[in-house]
């Protein structure tokens, strides 16, 4: 993938990241999720008073495309941080357990890529193989 489409996809994920519903944690994440088709899809996290229905950034950018009937994906931004950070501080913000999990579902392990980026330009990119090793997916349940 181009580094244009990287810097443009981490500026996706900073534009999704507000609109992050977070009352309870006060943590921002952002999520732009680019499919093969060329469209991107915005993800923030969304929390809820009961605390584990809090749906995670990067979920809400894949189920968006899936709802819409778009099932291939090339590569997905994160970025998150505690309110009140500024842009460009702060950490990586490494896609939980589930979210790894529910990428496997439509993403390539072998090609997928996944940004961590703090700015345009600190950031980090990886296979989804290296961050989901050893997975299980939909292949697993064909019979052989
Ligand atoms: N969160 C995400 O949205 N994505 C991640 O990869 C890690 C965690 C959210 C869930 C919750 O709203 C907040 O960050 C704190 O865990």
Redesign the pocket.
């Known amino acids: 993938m181009e580094r244009d489409m990287e810097k443009r996809l981490i500026a996706e994920a900073f534009a999704a990241q507000k609109a ?1 519903y ?1 009352p ?2 006060h ?1 921002c ?1 952002g ?1 732009a999720l680019l499919a093969k088709n060329g469209k991107i899809y915005h993800g ?4 809820n008073a009961s605390y584990t229905p ?7 950018a894949v189920f968006k495309a899936v709802s819409e009937g778009v099932r291939e994906f090339e590569a997905i931004a ?1 970025v ?1 941080n505690k309110e009140g950070v500024p842009r460009g501080e702060g950490d990586f ?4 357990g589930v ?1 790894r999990q529910v990428m496997r579902e439509f993403c390539d392990p072998e090609t997928f890529r996944v940004i961590l980026a703090v700015s345009e330009e600190k950031y980090r990119v990886f296979l989804l193989k290296e961050l989901l090793p050893m997975s299980f997916g939909p292949e697993d349940l064909r019979v052989k």
């Open positions: 992050a977070v309870y944690s943590f994440v999520a923030c996290n969304i929390e809090t749906n995670c950034a990067e979920r809400t994160v998150g913000c490494p896609p939980c979210c």
